[in-house]
């Protein structure tokens, strides 16, 4: 099981902000996203158009990153993630 925690904006796109889900057979955060699609719903459109933050273990990671039981994943609106990220780890 893998924790999942929608925060910011994207909380109002969801019914939960918080729940647990199964890992997929192919255990990377798309493939949990994929796997899910039904129940994130425009959460996995934002993924799709690279506008999602993504988080394992208070980590940023990527799509690719793989899961393993026990995870949490952080997800949040990203809008221009390479200019907000840069300026959020250079203040």
């Known amino acids: 099981m893998v924790t999942v925690l929608i925060i910011g904006q994207l909380q109002q796109h969801v019914d939960d902000s918080k729940f647990e889900l199964e890992l997929p057979p192919t255990a990377t955060v798309k493939g949990l996203l994929d796997a899910n699609e039904d129940k994130l ?13 993504v988080m394992i273990n208070r980590k940023i990671s990527t799509l690719e990153s793989p899961l393993k039981d026990g995870d949490v994943l952080k997800l949040t609106y990203q809008a221009n993630f390479s200019y907000e990220g840069a300026r959020w780890h250079n203040p």
Do not use: R
Request: no cysteine; aromatic share 8%.
């Open 41 to 53: 719903g425009v959460v996995h459109s934002f993924a799709i158009n690279g506008q999602l933050m």
